[in-house]
């Protein structure tokens, strides 16, 4: 018996969701969930393509209460660029929860993988950053433009600065970042200064050696590291997290095996496991005591962050789409 | 950039492909190019929904020399035929290798699944039956009716015993394969009599129990057990797998994991590593030595047989299904 199945395109799903205080919202109930304790979220499933300098991450999560469960499967393929293709693409299947019937297929290129990963940038800003007049952005990217854009909607800061590896890249991303908040913003040649001057950083590099060492924090400093996502990477240093004074994860299991968690360990450091962004949502653990701390929250991007998007973007669908009857 | 992708229904699927020899030759070759070594295969990716008794399994293999990669998304929701619905579903992506872009999303429904699963039971009786008069069935479901006509590809047999819980079934069955391959088809109301007649025996059922004991081995069987495909299930005794002179694995780690070889090893016996089917194609692992021989091939289905299964189907689509820009 044949049932329905709506294909979107990333053109149809730009019309439908952005990134703004409503997209926080889903991506938080999404967070707090988590917190509850009956979620379902197995262990990525990671392929390595070597031959082709690609991997494959493919997350799912249940989460009681919403009526779908999404699947995401996020190709990088690294070589792309030479071709003229981006090196992240991808889809986000949706199925029903209590038949397991699909429901939807997003074929999204990694839209709404970019959009509910800066969403979670948004919530730790909203519920572990101090109050914000200058911004550090570390990186030059999609997800620098898009976490200072989430960071603004938690905490609309006056100044932004931007280092990135590439001068004129930096620029031009600071340009960009003015242009959608209004914020005055430049790009800046050292790490070091930029994260004295603000007061919430955001990482967003591949890279994998730690760009933010220990002697670099201040009072007063939260920052998402948001960049590390696979065991090879790492963008803070081992001291560093354990010179915080709150250091919060947004999966535990994650952050140890592919997040700044795992550097850290395996130098012996952060032995205690530390709390989760759903559970400061949920408020039972503790955020952010006072504004002279220093807080660091750890974002690998979990299942949940997809299913929460993905029936979010369901609701909303209207007519839009191509049905198709299978 | 927008790229093609092609969406196809189960309808449209069941027109271009088939449970024929062609189809068994594409499995096989995938079973051979996994025995290569430079398959990358990760492990399951499971994911329980014991509140709506549901389950979600997603496999994908990466074969060098295919030009696609396959993920699989299988839910299985076992309450679904109180709601006149099919337990099975799901669907099966096809990927660039080379790019990760995806190519065409496979609507099936589990079609492609059920055909790929038989074809492994038509490979494995092709490269370790003998001679077959007498085919014996166990269980009743879609792929009884299907690994009935893949063996008979292999050894088409004269005659079929089908054996089932529910005679009214097993009735049905066995009039339903005899249609498909003209043999002799009948129902009987126990186990041992009908392995003790075959020469082939395909278990097929859900079991948590065995239902093949050792006793019930005699010379010249070969028995494919292709039913347990999770921790829980078993339908093959330790003490008969042991008994064997030959037992074989569509993938070791695997069946250690879900498939017959974990009951055996959890009662101490098969301590050693078995061959895989892919080993035995490929020529660097011993098969059959001769008529007289007992063998078992314990399937829990492989990433590979569906990406060798994707790429054959999108090699062969022509104009069909519909073509969406993304």
Not at 279 to 286: F, K, L, R, V, Y
Request: with cysteine; aromatic share 4%; glycine share 10%.
């Amino acid at each position: 018996m044949p049932h329905e199945i709506r294909i979107l395109t990333e053109a149809q799903l730009r019309e439908i969701v952005t990134l703004d205080g409503e997209m926080l919202d889903v991506i938080e109930a999404g967070f707090e969930a988590l917190a509850g304790g009956d979620v379902v979220m197995p262990p990525v499933l990671s392929m390595a393509i070597a031959e082709h300098h690609g991997e494959v991450d493919v997350k799912t999560a249940y989460v009681p209460g919403f009526d779908g469960f999404a699947l995401k499967v996020s190709p990088g393929f690294f070589d792309n660029p030479k071709l003229g293709l981006p090196s992240l693409n991808g889809l986000m299947i949706l199925f029903s929860a209590t038949t397991g019937l699909v429901r939807a297929v997003f074929l999204d290129n990694g839209y709404l993988t970019d959009i509910r990963t800066a969403a979670a940038g948004g919530i730790a800003a909203r519920h572990l950053a101090p109050k914000v007049d200058t911004m550090g952005v570390i990186g030059t990217g999609v997800q620098a433009r898009l976490q200072a854009r989430a960071a603004f909607l938690a905490r609309p800061y006056r100044r932004c600065l931007v280092w990135g590896r590439d001068p004129q890249r930096a620029a031009q991303c600071a340009a960009d970042i003015a242009e959608a908040t209004g914020a005055q913003c430049e790009a800046v040649s050292e790490i070091a200064p930029l994260v004295a001057q603000s007061q919430l950083v955001v990482t967003t590099t591949p890279a994998t050696a730690p760009l933010i060492t220990a002697e670099m924090l201040h009072p007063g400093l939260h920052i998402t590291a948001m960049g590390s996502d696979q065991s090879g990477k790492t963008e803070i240093a081992p001291q560093a997290l354990g010179a915080a004074d709150l250091y919060v994860c947004d999966r535990v299991s994650q952050c140890a095996l592919m997040g700044e968690l795992r550097g850290a360990r395996a130098v012996g450091l952060m032995p205690d496991t530390p709390p989760e962004l759903g559970e400061i949502i949920a408020g039972t653990a503790e955020g952010r005591q006072g504004g002279n701390q220093i807080t660091i929250c750890d974002l690998t991007g979990t299942g949940v962050q997809d299913t929460a998007i993905a029936t979010h973007v369901a609701a909303r669908l209207g007519t839009a789409g191509t049905v198709i009857s299978a």
